[in-house]
């Protein structure tokens, strides 16, 4: 998902838009130019982030509480491992891993 997010903000950082042929005249004197202000409106209102994220947060919502939080914790943070979350949550590994699984399956079938 993460990989989706960064792939559409990139299509949206690199879109220059409609190219004005406007050929002639002068600079318009009270314009001004913010292109990272721009670009993060850009990103923060597009359709297409913004409808997968509440598809997704929908989907977490109908999981067990504690199903919720350990794919949360997984997935928080790149140096946790599913040995401590399954430690943290007093499961067993495989039984951190299944759900995982389980996560992934339907969200395949959101997305």
């Given at each position: 998902?993460?990989?989706?997010?960064?792939?559409?903000?990139?299509?949206?950082?690199?879109?220059?838009?409609?190219?004005?042929?406007?050929?002639?005249?002068?600079?318009?004197?009270?314009?001004?130019?913010?292109?990272?202000?721009?670009?993060?409106?850009?990103?923060?209102e597009d359709s297409?982030?913004?409808?997968?994220?509440?598809?997704?947060?929908?989907?977490?919502?109908?999981?067990?509480?504690?199903?919720?939080?350990?794919?949360?914790?997984?997935?928080?943070?790149?140096?946790?491992?599913?040995?401590?979350?399954?430690?943290?949550?007093?499961?067993?590994?495989?039984?951190?891993?299944?759900?995982?699984?389980?996560?992934?399956?339907?969200l395949g079938s959101?997305?």
């Amino acid at each position: 998902m993460d990989l989706k997010i960064e792939q559409r903000e990139y299509e949206i950082s690199n879109d220059r838009g409609p190219s004005d042929e406007n050929i002639g005249g002068g600079k318009p004197l009270n314009k001004h130019n913010r292109p990272v202000e721009n670009m993060r409106i850009r990103i923060d209102e597009d359709s297409c982030l913004n409808k997968q994220k509440e598809d997704i947060e929908r989907w977490i919502a109908t999981f067990e509480p504690v199903k919720q939080k350990v794919v949360k914790d997984y997935y928080a943070s790149k140096t946790v491992t599913w040995t401590k979350v399954a430690q943290q949550f007093h499961i067993a590994e495989s039984t951190a891993k299944s759900w995982r699984v389980e996560v992934k399956h339907i969200l395949g079938s959101v997305l």
